[in-house]
């Protein structure tokens, strides 16, 4: 038995209404097998700068820094996207999270449960097996380089930048996950024309001899996006740069048939962060449409990451796979087949993981 305290932050759109199913199925796990949850909750992104003026204020940071782990929703905001001129903007809050709790790993299973063969417009025959884990470097590249305007505001320039030790640390994540896998490690690069891409190529190339049972590949991030769909299952653990892991991570959510259904972890040093990759969908905000599972499933990432619940972390997991396997769908990843007794909501479909659990 154990206690522990998880700060809450649901931020914008549909990520108010994920999170909420995600903390239910934490309690369920904390009643069902005897430990002690605390909870806080924090402002972040756009319903931050609304009540703040920041999209990450101090009080949310501190309240990070101060829990075992924070189950997070999604930033963002359409009146942003249509406003270039934004100086404020609530993605601002989510990479100054990263930088400050040191996240500079992200890691992203790519996992198809069987059950959704048929939601993806990829051929479940090329899909069937597929076991994907994404590092994706979190606190370099062109995000958080130097950036701005000059001839009179006519050009722009992003500098992507990275050191031999931002490079390192994730590598050397990525190798030791690829050793409890199936021990094959894809580094993702662009080492025919950026100077970045040498750097993490050659950083990489340096390491590996300090995992001799671990079979290193190398390929050019057009090559992978390519490949991701021609052959998803000859992938195993994939590190690569925080732009084209953006990239490509969301390219893979077609494998496992929604962006619905992907859960992330971003871990660091410190309090680690879980969070689904779908963002915060304000065309279906407040609709209780919004597909939870990759809430619960960040939910079954942070038990077994942040707190060693490896039982419970599966039970979660286990339970996600009964509510699939007994035909309960979301509207993203239900197809002509599907009934529509079957097509829940929001609630509905957390409600059916509890029952499971």
């Known amino acids: 038995m154990a206690t522990k305290h998880i700060l809450i ?14 903390k239910k199925i934490l309690d369920r796990i904390a009643a069902k097998f005897g430990h002690t949850f605390t909870y806080d909750d924090a402002l972040v992104g756009h319903a931050a700068i ?16 101060k829990a075992d782990a924070v189950l997070f929703g999604a930033v963002g905001h359409p009146k942003y996207d249509n ?29 198809l449960f069987d059950e959704l063969l048929e939601a993806s417009s990829i051929k479940p025959e090329i899909l069937r097996g597929a076991d994907i884990l994404f590092f994706r470097e979190l606190t370099g590249d062109i995000y958080f380089g130097e950036k701005g305007r000059k001839n009179n505001g006519d050009t722009a320039f992003d500098i992507a930048e990275y ?34 891409s040498r750097l993490w190529r050659e950083v990489i190339q340096k390491i590996a001899p300090e995992y001799p049972d671990v079979e290193v590949e190398h390929q050019f991030v057009d090559a992978t996006a390519m490949l991701l769909i021609k052959d998803p299952k000859r992938f ?11 990239i490509l991570t969301d390219e893979a959510s077609q494998i496992a048939g929604s962006m619905g259904m992907l859960a992330s972890a971003s871990i660091g040093d410190g309090t680690c962060v879980y969070e689904p990759i779908h963002g915060s969908a304000h065309d279906i905000t407040g609709k209780g449409v919004a597909n939870p599972l990759a809430s619960i499933l960040s939910a079954a990432l942070l ?35 599907t009934p529509k007794d079957k097509i829940l909501g929001t609630a509905a479909m957390g409600d059916q993981v509890l029952a499971q659990l």
């Open 9 to 22: 932050v649901p931020g914008d759109g549909i990520g108010q209404e994920v999170t909420a199913e995600g």
């Open 50 to 65: 609304e009540a703040t003026g920041d999209p990450l204020p101090a009080v949310t940071l501190e309240k990070m820094h």
């Open 83 to 111: 406003d270039p001129s934004a100086k404020v903007r609530p993605e601002q809050g989510l990479l100054k999270m990263r930088k400050e709790l040191g996240l500079y790993a992200n890691l992203r299973p790519i996992k």
């Open 163 to 196: 050191s031999r030790f931002e490079v390192e640390r994730i590598a050397r994540k990525a190798f030791e996950a690829a050793r409890t896998r199936r021990k094959k490690l894809c580094s993702v690069d662009k080492a025919n024309v950026i100077e970045t």
């Open 236 to 246: 195993d653990v994939v590190v690569t740069a925080n732009l084209f892991g953006d």
């Open 303 to 337: 038990l077994d990451i942040s707190f060693g619940m490896k039982a419970e972390s599966e039970a979660v997991i286990e339970a996600v796979d009964k509510v699939l396997k007994a035909g309960f769908r979301t509207g993203d990843i239900a197809d002509a087949k």
